[in-house]
């Protein structure tokens, strides 16, 4: 069993930065695919970045790409999402998810249904 812990949301002005952290727990979790989704009211959950078990390989959203990084440190069982240069349609709760899986295959690590294990989430405002 695997638990995502968020942690790093909140408030920010357009053009701030905030840096989203998860813990997940196991020791498993370098051979874990993991995952950023955000979801915002009346809207369905949307592939945000991801990166592959060994950290090698990362993929981003279009509406995020050149803004936010993704990475891993398997030493300490966490994926970070730095959000740099952030705007008010940013605002979103942001989710952790990990996806057993020991390949990069793009379609598959955006692909929502494909991920076993979710975060409780963490809210992300921007203003402006």
């Known amino acids: 069993q695997v638990q995502l812990v968020e942690s790093g949301g909140g408030l920010v002005q357009a053009g701030g930065s905030l840096r989203l952290s998860c813990a997940c727990s196991?020791?498993?979790?370098?051979?874990?695919?993991m995952g950023w989704f955000r979801q915002t009211p009346g809207k369905e959950r949307e592939f945000v970045a991801a990166?592959?078990?060994?950290?090698?390989?990362?993929y981003y959203a279009d509406s995020v790409k050149g803004r936010f990084t993704i990475s891993r440190d398997n030493a300490k069982n966490t994926v970070y999402l730095q959000m740099n240069s952030l705007k008010p349609e940013d605002t979103s709760v942001y989710y952790c998810?990990?996806?057993?899986?020991?390949?990069?295959?793009?379609?598959?690590?955006?692909?929502?249904?494909?991920?076993?294990?979710w975060g409780q989430g963490t809210q992300v405002t921007v203003s402006s």
């Open positions: 998810t990990a996806d057993h899986y020991s390949g990069s295959y793009y379609p598959r690590l955006a692909r929502e249904s494909d991920y076993e294990y």
């Open positions: 990166i592959n078990w060994s950290g090698g390989r990362l």
């Open positions: 196991g020791r498993t979790f370098s051979s874990y695919a």
